[in-house]
């Protein structure tokens, strides 16, 4: 990593991993671990928005969790810069200043629906965040409607109840939730995976506006590939668990360097009806986290794999230069072999 990176950076995740204990029988005795974040390491300079995607159960929602301290880490450092200039570590960090660093680091929820409490009005909802950081009522509701009409909402409506919105409106309002104490970074987790196409642009549009707007960056989780192409400067290639491309967006999509990246490239569909479909299918099972991988994990669903492949795990080295990033990838053989990109 260079040095500019590193100085601009606003999260520095190193050798993150995050552990689910299988127990069995009746003293719940430990008989294995589920390895749901296995050794990751990524950078989120400030302003930026990364991608992070992949498959479902690959360990993306996980990641988010433990970066936000839902969860705690099993093992790795999650170095937060905040708006002071100051680095903590949020694997460590107690829970009293931690609860002072969530106001500078927020999360928007998949589903609009499930997200927000059915027997809360809007004001009562944005408000939340407001009232655990100590805010009086009057300064609260002043706040709220700032925000909401920031998001697109009309202020008037703050007293109503979720059920009379629609979910591109709910998911506003989960937006604005977020935004309510200013914070640097916003963590999306699938935002609008939930939601009609049509919707899905406005949100994004929305995301981009306020990301301007309010200085922000974005660690923004999807499955949707094309949303990544819009909405994001770099992107990581989760694989049960374990990155397997990091690259600029461009330089992934014109050119990946890992045969998966190619197979979810390809799973993105074509706006022409009539073009024929060139992509390849995936045959195979998702290897087991919680079992012990051997070589890449990737190998027995690749058509490319050979011996090497399944014997020795393959490092997350550079291998093209990206315009102001390198360009890393997990793969033995990705200097032998063309894969097809966007």
Same mark, same amino acid.
Not at 40 to 52: D, H
């Given at each position: 990593?260079?040095?500019?990176?590193?100085?601009?950076?606003?999260?520095?995740?190193?050798?993150?991993?995050?552990?689910?204990?299988?127990?069995? @029988?009746?003293? +719940?005795?430990?008989? $294995?671990?589920? &390895? #749901?974040?296995?050794?990751?390491?990524?950078?989120?300079? =400030?302003? !930026?928005?990364?991608?992070?995607?992949?498959?479902?159960?690959?360990?993306?929602?996980?990641?988010?969790?433990?970066?936000?301290?839902?969860?705690?880490?099993?093992?790795?450092?999650?170095?937060?810069?905040?708006?002071?200039?100051?680095?903590?570590?949020?694997?460590?960090?107690?829970?009293?200043?931690?609860?002072?660093?969530?106001?500078?680091?927020?999360?928007?929820?998949?589903?609009?629906?499930?997200?927000?409490?059915?027997?809360?009005?809007?004001?009562?909802?944005?408000?939340?965040?407001?009232?655990?950081?100590?805010?009086?009522?009057?300064?609260?509701?002043?706040?709220?409607?700032?925000?909401?009409?920031?998001?697109?909402?009309?202020?008037?409506?703050?007293?109503?109840?979720?059920?009379?919105?629609? @979910?591109?409106? +709910?998911?506003?309002? $989960?937006?604005? &939730? #977020?935004?309510?104490?200013?914070?640097?970074?916003?963590? =999306?987790? !699938?935002?609008?995976?939930?939601?009609?196409?049509?919707?899905?642009?406005?949100?994004?549009?929305?995301?981009?506006?306020?990301?301007?707007?309010?200085?922000?960056?974005?660690?923004?989780?999807?499955?949707?590939?094309?949303?990544?192409?819009?909405?994001?400067?770099?992107?990581?290639?989760?694989?049960?668990?374990?990155?397997?491309?990091?690259?600029?967006?461009?330089?992934?999509?014109?050119?990946?360097?890992?045969?998966?990246?190619?197979?979810?490239?390809?799973?993105?569909?074509?706006?022409?009806?009539?073009?024929?479909?060139?992509?390849?299918?995936?045959?195979?099972?998702?290897?087991?986290?919680?079992?012990?991988?051997?070589?890449?994990?990737?190998?027995?669903?690749?058509?490319?794999?050979?011996?090497?492949?399944?014997?020795?795990?393959?490092?997350?080295?550079?291998? #093209?230069?990206?315009?102001?990033?390198?360009?890393?990838? =997990?793969?033995?053989?990705?200097?032998?072999?063309?894969?097809?990109?966007?």
């Amino acid at each position: 990593m260079d040095s500019q990176q590193t100085n601009n950076s606003i999260l520095d995740v190193r050798h993150l991993k995050k552990h689910f204990p299988i127990e069995k @029988g009746v003293l +719940r005795r430990v008989v $294995g671990q589920v &390895r #749901a974040v296995d050794d990751i390491s990524f950078t989120i300079r =400030a302003g !930026e928005t990364m991608g992070l995607v992949g498959e479902s159960g690959c360990g993306k929602t996980t990641t988010a969790r433990v970066i936000m301290r839902a969860m705690d880490p099993t093992e790795g450092s999650i170095l937060f810069r905040t708006p002071g200039g100051n680095a903590v570590d949020m694997a460590t960090v107690g829970k009293r200043e931690l609860k002072a660093l969530r106001a500078c680091m927020q999360m928007i929820f998949q589903d609009p629906y499930s997200s927000l409490n059915p027997r809360m009005p809007v004001i009562d909802i944005v408000a939340e965040p407001l009232r655990a950081h100590g805010w009086k009522r009057k300064r609260c509701e002043k706040r709220v409607a700032e925000v909401l009409e920031l998001v697109g909402l009309d202020p008037q409506y703050m007293r109503r109840y979720p059920h009379a919105f629609s @979910g591109g409106q +709910r998911q506003r309002i $989960g937006l604005a &939730r #977020a935004l309510v104490l200013s914070p640097s970074l916003v963590v =999306a987790d !699938e935002p609008v995976s939930a939601l009609d196409v049509s919707v899905q642009a406005q949100i994004l549009n929305l995301l981009k506006e306020m990301q301007e707007r309010m200085s922000l960056t974005y660690l923004f989780i999807t499955h949707d590939l094309s949303v990544v192409r819009y909405t994001c400067d770099h992107v990581a290639v989760m694989y049960v668990g374990k990155i397997v491309e990091m690259a600029e967006t461009e330089a992934l999509y014109a050119n990946p360097q890992h045969p998966y990246t190619s197979a979810l490239l390809a799973a993105v569909p074509d706006v022409d009806p009539h073009r024929e479909w060139l992509g390849e299918t995936v045959s195979g099972e998702v290897a087991d986290p919680s079992q012990q991988l051997v070589g890449c994990p990737f190998a027995p669903r690749c058509r490319y794999a050979e011996r090497v492949c399944r014997e020795v795990s393959p490092p997350l080295e550079d291998k #093209a230069e990206g315009r102001g990033a390198p360009h890393r990838a =997990a793969c033995h053989r990705s200097s032998e072999i063309s894969l097809a990109g966007i």
